[in-house]
Nanobody, 119 residues
Framework: QVELVESGGGLVQAGGSLRLSCAAS????????MGWFRQAPGKEREFVAR????????YYASSVEGRFAISRDNAKNTVLLQMSSLKPEDTAVYYC????????????WGQGTQVTVSS
């Protein structure tokens, strides 16, 4: 079992920045791939970014590449999502998720944190 707790959401003006954190506890997190997803009102949940804990490799959705950066803090078992040049269309509930490396399905999810970008 892996428990995930997000924090850092809030209200920001377009062009601003926010940093989201995801604290992971439970099983050995180094075996996992950590992802960020988001869901805007009336839309399906979509992939944002992911990082492989063991080697730090990353991958981004095209809509956020160059503006968002995902990283991990091994000492704190925390995954960070630094969001810059935010746009109103980035407004959503952001979720942290975890899956075992080599698997496709994300089995563990956090409760979500709201990000609102005003124009």
């Amino acid at each position: 079992q892996v428990e995930l707790v997000e924090s850092g959401g809030g209200l920001v003006q377009a062009g601003g920045s926010l940093r989201l954190s995801c604290a992971a506890s439970g099983r050995t997190v180094s075996r996992y791939v950590m992802g960020w997803f988001r869901q805007a009102p009336g839309k399906e949940r979509e992939f944002v970014a992911r990082i492989t804990w063991s080697d730090g490799s990353t991958y981004y959705a095209s809509s956020v590449e160059g503006r968002f950066a995902i990283s991990r803090d091994n000492a704190k078992n925390t995954v960070l999502l630094q969001m810059s040049s935010l746009k109103p269309e980035d407004t959503a509930v952001y979720y942290c998720a975890a899956r075992l490396a080599g698997k496709y399905k994300y089995d563990y999810w956090g409760q979500g944190t709201q990000v609102t970008v005003s124009s």
